[in-house]
């Protein structure tokens, strides 16, 4: 006699179609899994040059040069209005190399950049691929092909030690006497990172030691406007190797504006380009290309032994990623590179014909009055007629249009560094990044990638550090 059914237990038909049910969705689910994996065809971007398969884009992507985080340098003194080095003992960067821990054991001197050095070794990063690129654009025209000495001298001049002229050392050093302030321990903004190469390219440029090594030129626009008289005058000097426009630009409040997106693609597909040194909020990295919607980018946040005897393959890599350009934060230094005046006529004529939205090419200076309202922005100017129909935007009238100058805010000196003299004595605020906090509110940032917090003495702001 059969045993009575439970009428809980579901028909045998039911439970076979439930299996089968599961067995759709889970093949549904690697199917979509699959697709995600499988390579995109569309061509890879490495600065300025198009590959349609990965293994060529990965031999241009190790030729580059890639500047990550080092310890075990030259000791760089700590400031004591600065952070105190013990505080990025911790850094989970270093728990590959914890053997060497004893080595950040010191309170007083910096021996290492890991937790804070990201934005300079991304700028190390576009810079000594300026000379790259410039000593290969030489060798080429005359058909000298000596890449791997050129490339040797170059990462020599970017050693973490006080004589190396592009050293961590040296853009501490620079930065901390500009009108920024940033001091060991802090991390670098776009404007910092900008002066420091511009003015460690003037320092080497007018060494009478240093022979036979490019003699780069640097302009910074803040504004991203180039003139043709600036310009011109640069490649009057015919000693002048190459010039390197650096953008140290906001497009953006707390992610890039989309109106941008195409833009920034645009320069990195030009073969003017040396990369964006930007990421994601106060974490930075070195953006050589993109495939697609994702930006490919090196990241400096590796942390590796310094030694005396120079291992070359060390400032190389394969280790390469990926960042949705919907992630990218909105601070950033783009990098252009122009050979002579017929290379900079052929960026202009592209970029004015494919409508680029980030470069401008005024025909004249602005008036001192107008130009002062830009003064220390890092905004590129948005007018009406810029933006799609129906966008939201800030309507900012012309000065001259206001009916009292006194009702006119400069929007750029709320990102400038500010200097108030009061009884002759200067009272400079530092600024590590570029928000700044409203009248009654505080401002916390993250030191390294805990979560811990650094108070100025005597302020109740914050200052960010860096979080990785």
Not at 229 to 236: G, P
Request: aromatic share 10%.
């Amino acid at each position: 006699m059969s045993e009575p059914i439970d009428p809980a237990t579901p028909p045998i038909e039911n439970n076979k179609s439930e299996l089968f049910n599961f067995s759709t969705v889970w093949q549904q689910i690697n199917k979509v899994i699959k697709d995600e994996e499988e390579p995109s065809k569309s061509p890879i971007i490495i600065l300025g040059k198009s590959f349609d398969n990965i293994e060529e884009a990965e031999i241009a992507i190790k030729s580059r040069i890639c500047l990550t985080y080092r310890f075990g340098f030259e000791a760089i003194p700590r400031s004591m209005e600065g952070p105190n080095p013990l505080q990025f003992m911790f850094n989970r960067s270093l728990i590959p190399n914890i053997q060497y821990l004893p080595r950040f054991m010191d309170k007083d001197n910096f021996g290492s950049d890991v937790g804070w050095g990201c934005m300079i070794r991304t700028s190390q990063s576009l810079l000594a691929n300026s000379f790259l690129q410039t000593i290969e654009t030489e060798a080429s025209a005359s058909n000298n092909h000596m890449e791997d000495e050129a490339d040797k001298s170059i990462i020599d001049f970017f050693r973490d030690n006080s004589q190396s002229p592009f050293s961590l050392h040296n853009f501490i050093k620079v930065a901390s006497a500009s009108p920024l302030k940033v001091k060991p321990g802090q991390w670098f903004g776009p404007d910092a990172a900008s002066v420091s190469i511009k003015q460690l390219c003037e320092s080497l440029n007018s060494s009478p030691d240093i022979k036979d090594f490019p003699h780069i030129k640097v302009l910074i626009s803040d504004s991203s406007d180039l003139y043709d008289t600036e310009v011109k005058e640069v490649f009057d000097d015919k000693n002048v190797s190459a010039l390197l426009i650096l953008l140290p630009v906001r497009l953006g409040i707390d992610k890039v504006n989309s109106y941008y997106h195409s833009s920034l693609m645009h320069l990195l597909s030009l073969p003017q380009s040396v990369g964006i040194a930007g990421g994601k909020p106060s974490s930075s990295f070195y953006f050589l290309g993109y495939q697609d919607n994702d930006l490919i980018y090196m990241d400096p946040h590796r942390p590796q032994l310094f030694d005396e005897s120079t291992d070359y393959e060390t400032y190389h890599t394969l280790n390469y990623n990926k960042l949705d350009i919907n992630k990218l934060d909105p601070s950033m230094m783009i990098g252009i590179l122009v050979q002579n005046w017929d290379d900079f006529e052929q960026f202009k004529s592209k970029c004015i014909t494919d409508s680029n939205k980030i470069i401008h090419f005024p025909k004249e200076k602005l008036s001192n009055f107008e130009n002062s309202i830009h003064a220390g922005s890092e905004f590129v100017n948005i007018d009406s007629h810029d933006l799609p129909k129906n966008d939201e935007f800030i309507n900012i009238k012309h000065p001259e249009q206001l009916e009292n100058v006194e009702d006119f805010i400069d929007l750029g000196n709320e990102f400038a560094v500010t200097e108030k003299v009061s009884d002759g004595e200067a009272d400079i605020s530092e600024i590590i990044n570029n928000d700044s906090p409203s009248e009654g509110e505080t401002e916390i940032s993250p030191v390294g990638d805990t979560d811990q917090y650094v108070l100025d003495e005597g302020s109740d702001k914050i200052n960010e550090v860096e979080s990785l």
